[in-house]
């Protein structure tokens, strides 16, 4: 894939405390945070590992937050095994 003029690079996320490449986005908290982030194209993000809270630019690739993913509805589990593991 090349970077073209029209398309801003886009980069891993990478914690800058332990080194790990799994990020989530992090809710927005304050005014700041809401109105201003985003004049310098930031945005809030979290270390999946350490969980550091950071602002990266908003084209590094972060997960979404955990608690937006869809859930487990209870009673169906996922496929496993047959084996009886105690």
Avoid: H, W
Wanted: glycine share 4%; aromatic share 8%; with cysteine.
């Amino acid at each position: 894939m090349s970077d073209s003029p029209d398309q801003p690079s886009i980069t891993p996320y990478r914690c800058r405390d332990c080194g790990s490449e799994v990020g989530f986005r992090s809710r927005r908290r304050t005014l700041t945070e809401r109105f201003i982030l985003p004049l310098f194209l930031l945005k809030p993000v979290r270390c999946g590992e350490c969980f550091r809270r950071d602002y990266r630019l908003i084209f590094t690739v972060v997960r979404d937050r955990l608690s937006d993913m869809p859930r487990m509805v209870p009673g169906k589990q996922a496929p496993t095994s047959n084996r009886n593991v105690a």
